[in-house]
Each structure stands twice: as C-alpha cells, then as structure tokens.
C-alpha cells in the first residue's frame, strides 16, 4: 500500500510544473478546492455542468435546500411554505434577513424575476422543464410569493432545491447581460464572487452579512475568509496536493486511491451513502437487433457488473443491479427484482429460443441478421474501461458490440441524432419520478430519451407520479412505471458511482453531501485550524 502510494506521489512530483499555483502551502485562511474540469458559465439557468453547480451553490441559494438523506426538503430562503389543496399553488414565506453580496436587501421581487428568467424561452435554460407547469409566479407582498401551477408536481419541491433555480439579482444580469457568470454574479449565498480566471481558478470571498444557511449546517454562516476553485486537471497532481497540504479539499479522487487515500493519517474522508449518480447503456429499441427484448435481456444477463466494477472503478462503486439506487424516493424493489443478473448460460438460452442462431464467425444470426449493434459514448476512461469488458463479455455469448466514443466537444451532438443503436452514460438525479421523467418520457425523445421509447402507458404512469395529489398514488404510479421499463429491458444498468470528499488535515468540517453530484454543497461548517 506504501509502496502504491509513494509511486502516485513520485507520479505527482513530475506532474507539478504544470500546476504552479500549487508550488506553495494553502494561504491562511483560504479555502483551495480542487476539482477537475472547468464550467462553460455561472449563470445558474444557463449551465447543466457539475462544475457550475459546485461554485453556484456558494454564490446563490434557493427557496428551499435538501437535507444529507437526499429525501427531506428544508427550508432556505423560504423559512416555511404551504400547498393549496388541489396541489397548485405553494406559498413561500421568505426570510427578512437576506441580502446580496453587495448589500442590497433580497425581497419576493428577486425570487419572482429569477423563476421568470429560468423559465422563459430567451434564456434558453436546457432544464426549463425542472421549474414544472408554471401559470405564474408573483409577489403577494415583499416577504411572500406565490408559485401557481397549471396541474399539480409533486416534484416541485425537489427541483427547487437544485442550483438552477437559484435566486439572482436583476440589476447585475441585466448591466451583464450574456456576460452574467462570467464577468461577474451577485447572489445570496455564503461567498461572493471575486474573479474568474477561465481553466485555472475562480476565486470566491466570505460574505460578510450571511447567516441564513440552510438547517442542516451547525454553523448558518461561513467560516472561511476565501475559496479558491483550483482546475487541476492532473489526478496525480490533485493526490500529492492534498496530502502535503498544498491544496485543502476535492471530490475527484481516482478510484484506484482511495483505499490507500483512506489510509493516510494527514488526510481526513467523508462519503456520502445516498449518492444518486449512475452509468447505464441505454438501447434505441427501434433499430434492428436491439429492437428485439430477447436480445436486449440477453445482454443484461451476459455482463458481468461485478467484474466491471472492479475493474473499472477498483472496487469503489457498486454494481447497478436496479435502474435506481434503493436509497432514492421511489425505488420499487420488485422493479429491481425484474432486472438479469449475470448468467451467461441462461442469455445463451435466451438468444437460442428467440431464434438467433451462431454463425461461422461465432455472431449469431437471425434471418439473415448479424447480431452487432453500434454503441455511442463519451470519450472517458471509465467509458473506455467498461466498454472493453462488456464488448468481451457480450462476445462470449454471440453478440457483436461495436463501440465509437467522442469527445465532449462534439458528442453531445453525435448522442442527439439517429445514428447508433445503444448509448452509455452517467447522470445525477434525486427520485425516481425525476431520473425517470427525464428519460422514458416520450415527448423527451430524441434527447434525453435517446431510447426512442414511445410507450402511451408509460407516459400516462410518469404524469400520474408528477400530478397525483396523494404521495401514495404518486408512489404507486413511479414505481409502476419501473416495473414496465424494467420488464422491457430498456437499459443495461452498469454501475452506481460512489461520493468521497477528502480534506487536508487542516480542514474540519468538510461533509460530502451529493447533491446534483456535488460534494461540498455551500462549504458551510468548514472551518481552517491554521
């Protein structure tokens, strides 16, 4: 173990050139975040990226914010609310002692224009859709707003916590205009923005008013006097910062560490269990060869996730037996119970009796059909990892996986056309109606529902689960819908990633929270010993 981690730190001594702003210990009372990437903007209805919605989180807050269970609702800058009974309108009741980062006083006006910003189609917000039917949404006085639907979402209340509906001040979008977050950002929350230095830093101050963090926190205001979010791109380099305390705290931790990580006396590791973020290959079932659900549960039964995970992540995420983690709002266990297991034997059965025969090249045909279907993927090494093992597992009972992975810059194209016949990805969610919203519905196609899955019935349970005014209608119609796509092999289910923060050891209070996929959430509690 010893041995491992000196080669990482010899590793990282060589990557350190390329990170000159790490050559020195953390300043005083500066917090250093590393992470991996940068974000394309900070303006919270603008971007989807994990990387906005970390720094976002401590500039802004939201009307309501959610607890470490990933399940219960908070108050934010709502300290409480009510539903109208038919389930249409929620009034928010505001706090009176919030103000921007510049010391303007925050009022119902701020939350009503920022819920209209995301909202409307000029902003082009791609997550629009979060904010539910709205009809309208006004200030009944400058304390208290009202958010009006046109049919009940019983999802309101979680999208809400999530940083796109973060609340902004009108003043500094409109003199920034398509610059806002990126020359500049007033929010709400417990640090201000200081400057940006696009793929090296973005640089953050404690606000000096905040108190008003979310109950979850023992400390409602920062500790901290700066955050600095450091791009580190280097893994090696972000390994060897922590544990000689050039850098405080990160979340992007390679896998293959993190045992021996956990092992180091100078550095301090929290995780989340209730981590929501999971990969998946999902099939176009309306193109030859998937179409067919005898080939599709053969290829569930055919992968051995075990091994994927193990040789993927090191052992550090768990093999996705379900579409779901068990521990999110909705889960369906008999859904779960629907989905093959690895059992490659039974898949060969099952690909013999639906008449897909082996041919000369051991690919099995059927009607003149080859077995082979293409895969599109994003250019990662954890992509290119699975998809080697799957590929190979897939052989071995007469299916041929064909794979073509891009880079982001162009591959979220390439995911939005026609021209596959099965995806992979990851992606955060917090229930079950939001994961499977986005996904199975079919006015969603052809992205994100790149499945092509246009099923009435499914539509029609997805609609119950969003508008049902009893939580347990709602929960009958979710989990329903799980047991029909289930049923119908519309995913491979790979693996659930796992959630770990680790702090230098003058970090206290540093807890990985999850949401959005995000570790530090607002970075209260965190304090510096020295």
Known sequence: MRKILGGLLLAAAAAMPV????????????????????????????????????????????LVSL?????????????????????????????????????????ADDVVYSIQRWVDPATRSPVRWRAGPLKEIRAR????????????????LYQLTLFFA??????????????????????????????????????LTRHPNYRWGPPIYQNPSPQVERVIWRVIPEANTRLAAIQTGQADVTQYIPYVALNQ????????????????????????????????????????????????VQATWFGQAQPADAYLNPNVTGFDAEAARM????????????LDEAGWRAGPDGVRVKNGERASFLVYGLQTAEARRYLEAIQADLRRIGI??????????????????????????????????????LYFDSRNRPTPNRMNWNDAETDALLQRAKTALNEADRLAAIQEAQRRIASNYVWLPIARES?????????????????YGIGLYKGLDIRLTR
């Not at 539903?83 to 919030?98: A, E, I, W």
């Not at 610059?179 to 696009?198: D, L, R």
């Not at 973020?277 to 996730?305: E, Q, Y």
Request: glycine letters at 8%.
């Open 400 to 437: 041929d996986m064909r794979v073509q992975l891009w880079d982001a810059t162009v591959g979220w194209g390439r995911l939005a056309t026609q021209e596959f016949d099965a995806f992979v990805m990851s992606y955060p969610y917090i229930s079950a109606t939001d994961g499977f919203s």
């Open 166 to 203: 973060s609340v902004v001040d009108r003043a500094t979008v409109e003199r920034l205009g398509a610059n806002h977050g990126v020359q500049g950002f007033n929010g709400t929350g417990p640090y201000c923005w200081t400057s940006w230095t696009p793929r090296q830093e973005l640089v």
């Open 67 to 107: 607890d470490w269970d990933m399940r219960t609702v908070r108050p934010g800058l709502a300290e409480r609310w009510e539903v109208s009974p038919d389930g249409k309108t929620y009034t928010f009741h505001l706090r009176r002692d919030v103000t921007f980062c510049d010391g303007k006083p925050m009022t």
């Open 141 to 156: 006085d400058a304390y208290t707003v009202e958010y009006e639907l046109n049919e009940p979402y019983g999802e309101l």
């Open 499 to 515: 959630l770990w923060v680790a702090a230098a050891q003058r970090v206290e209070g540093a807890r990985a929270h999850g949401i």
């Open 339 to 350: 989905v093959p297991q690895f059992n490659p034997d039974e898949a060969r059965r099952v």
């Open 19 to 62: 990170a000159d702003a790490l050559a020195q210990a953390a300043p005083r009372n500066t917090l250093v975040v590393m992470r991996e990437i940068d974000a394309d903007n900070y303006d919270p209805p603008r971007s989807t990226a994990r990387g906005a919605g970390e720094v976002i989180y401590m500039m802004s807050d939201t």
């Open 261 to 308: 990580l956990r092992a180091v006396p100078t550095v301090r590791m929290s995780q989340q269990p209730n981590y929501f973020w999971d990969h998946f290959m999902g099939f176009k079932v309306d193109k030859p060869v998937v179409n067919d659900p005898a080939v599709r549960r053969a290829i569930n039964l055919g992968v051995n996730r075990t091994a994927i």
